[in-house]
């Protein structure tokens, strides 16, 4: 079956960390994003890619780097400059174009211990 | 600002009667709409696409939408606490640019 797969989901991260959050389609998909959901709170823009080997920066990019080497790949990694990385992760991916919703994976719980 | 505004909730429902769930935005460029339903400590799935204005009716759900008066709307007919979710509303130019949500209980 076609799809996103994120994983870990769930990951604690230690004070001055850098962790990584891997994403994972096969749906062919052009357009990757990553998004940061707090409780009660919307949807948060961190990157986007809208094509191999080249991303753009979202609403809140800072203390977040990605890479997109592969199609089906776009891991996020949460470096030591995130300040509050306890948050809910999504990774989403849409057909590059097309005027249709997101498919997103499962999540990534990050907590800082 | 591209904004998509929803009310919060949380929006209370019996089990059984319709629940009506409202979408306001500011991008007159949007063309496309999005209801997605979000379980607590889930990922959202989308249940509802809307490309011109009028409805859309895909079983108990029913997406409307007026692009003149740049509001989208989405009503669950016959209510089950299973519908009892977070929904959150999206609108595309180009990217999403989504709403906040509201919270939806139904209560048995």
């Known amino acids: 079956d076609g799809g996103i797969t994120q994983s870990p989901k769930y990951l604690f991260r230690k004070e001055g960390q850098n962790v990584t959050l891997s994403c994972e389609q096969n749906l062919n998909h ?28 979202g609403d809140i990019a800072e203390g ?49 211990v | ?17 319709i629940a009506s769930l409202n979408c306001t935005y500011s991008d007159r460029g949007s063309q496309s709409f999005f209801w997605y339903r979000q379980y607590s400590g889930k990922s959202p799935e989308l249940i509802m696409s809307i490309y011109s204005n009028g409805d859309k009716e895909d079983g108990r759900f029913t997406a409307q939408l007026n692009k003149a008066s740049q509001y989208v709307s989405l009503l669950i007919r016959d209510s089950q606490p299973s519908d009892s979710a977070t929904y959150l509303c999206a609108g595309s130019n180009y990217q999403l640019i989504w709403g906040a949500g509201t919270k939806l209980i139904i209560k048995p």
């Open chain 2, 1 to 17: 600002q591209k904004e998509v505004e929803q009310n919060s909730g949380p929006l209370s429902v019996p089990e059984g009667a």
């Open chain 1, 64 to 112: 977040y780097s990605v890479s997109r080497e592969k199609k089906e790949s776009f891991p996020l990694t949460v470096t030591s400059a995130q300040k509050n990385p306890t948050a809910f992760y999504l990774c989403a991916s849409r057909v590059q174009g097309a005027d249709n919703g997101y498919t997103f994976g499962s999540g990534t719980r990050l907590t800082v």
């Open chain 1, 30 to 57: 052009d357009a990757m994003y990553w998004y940061r959901q707090d409780p009660g709170q919307g949807l948060r823009l961190i990157y986007y890619s809208q094509i191999v080997n080249d991303f753009q920066k």
